[in-house]
């Protein structure tokens, strides 16, 4: 049996509604990437575009438990937010303690922890159903990225989705291929977006379905990948 993207992926006919991203998110992650150029990563803040394809067909509408890695300023958690039904479980985990404060600030009712995506385990109710991510992977070394990933299989359930972007400048580079290893080494079905040329940097989008063991027991066949 061949697994296809398009299985586990809704192809929705326009992406969620997304509004334009006030000038104080990219001041706000601008002046972090400074601060922690390691840790955030990125100089500015992801645009709405790229906000409606990560959240866009991984059925986030009828999820019970959401997590979002990196939350940042908040611009795919506004989105995740307005797509999530009333008695989802949705936790925002994000290791900055400047940011930290601005997402409690934004969103009061938003369970936002403070910590490193490698424990998301201690933060959430499992199984969770859908990951969004926004880590910056090409700032890993090999050791986080690989903790970071294992600790997402970990949380997922077994139909569970994860979705997360990278730059496409960076996408020759050996942290970027590690880690598009990585992801193919993990998931059964991984797919690669066309490139978001409206962000800054432009990026494009990996989205993964069934945990690598969840795909074996089900299908009886090793990870593989579609582009």
Not at 23 to 50: C, D, K, Q, W, Y
Not at 157 to 171: I, K, V
Request: charge should be positive.
């Amino acid at each position: 049996m061949v697994l296809r993207a398009d299985d586990f992926f809704c192809r929705p006919s326009r992406s969620p509604p997304t509004k334009a991203l006030p000038t104080v998110e990219n001041m706000s992650i601008t002046r972090e990437f400074f601060r922690h150029p390691m840790r955030t990563g990125a100089i500015a803040a992801s645009s709405a575009r790229l906000a409606g394809v990560m959240t866009a067909g991984l059925g986030v509408e009828s999820a019970h438990s959401v997590v979002e890695l990196g939350s940042g300023t908040g611009v795919f958690t506004e989105v995740l937010l307005r797509m999530l039904q009333r008695d989802a479980h949705f936790t925002a985990i994000e290791i900055n303690t400047h940011l930290v404060q601005e997402l409690r600030e934004r969103f009061p009712s938003l369970h936002v922890a403070e910590g490193s995506a490698e424990h998301v385990a201690a933060y959430v109710t499992m199984p969770v159903d859908v990951v969004v991510s926004g880590l910056p992977w090409t700032a890993m070394h090999a050791a986080p990225q690989t903790a970071v990933l294992n600790a997402v299989c970990e949380v997922l359930s077994p139909q569970g989705r994860f979705t997360t972007f990278a730059y496409a400048h960076t996408a020759w580079t050996p942290p970027a291929r590690r880690f598009a290893r990585l992801l193919r080494s993990r998931f059964a079905v991984v797919e690669r977006t066309s490139v978001v040329w409206r962000n800054l940097p432009p990026a494009y989008v990996y989205r993964a379905a069934l945990p690598v063991r969840s795909g074996l027991d089900r299908y009886g066949q090793p990870a593989s990948a579609t582009s």
